[in-house]
Nanobody
Framework: QVQLVESGGGTVQPGGSLELSCAPS????????MGWYRQGPGKQRDVVAT???????NYADSVKGRFTVSMDIAKHTVFLHMNTLKPDDTAVYFC????????????WGQGTQVTVSS
């Protein structure tokens, strides 16, 4: 079964930058949306940023102007470039993929930890 494989998490000081990437372990034809969610300690999983195969993006208000989501559709890879990181950005970040068509088919990564701390 195809899995989403994330990389790029780690620990960074406030104000620093990190880039996450995610790619499927196998072929995933018909990708419609890719993106990132996060779950902080004691919090629910919330959307961070998404991008459609046509390039339309959507961001959570808390990350607008600091995070940038991008996609290499040919490689089925999604990136999240995070700037000006804050302690509140500390969370497990999950990669997400939605395929076009029905039935609704979603894939989730296993999560990668991002810690922002001095």
């Amino acid at each position: 079964q195809v899995q989403l494989v994330e990389s790029g998490g780690g620990t960074v000081q406030p104000g620093g930058s990190l880039e996450l990437s995610c790619a499927p372990s196998g072929s995933l034809p018909g990708i419609w949306v890719m993106g990132w969610y996060r779950q902080g300690p004691g919090k629910q999983r919330d959307v961070v940023a998404t991008i459609t195969r046509s390039g339309s993006t959507n961001y959570a208000d808390s990350v607008k102007g600091r995070f940038t989501v991008s996609m290499d559709i040919a490689k089925h890879t999604v990136f999240l470039h995070m700037n000006t990181l804050k302690p509140d950005d500390t969370a497990v970040y999950f990669c997400y993929t939605l395929l076009a068509g029905t039935p609704r088919t979603e894939y989730w990564g296993q999560g990668t930890q991002v810690t922002v701390s001095s």
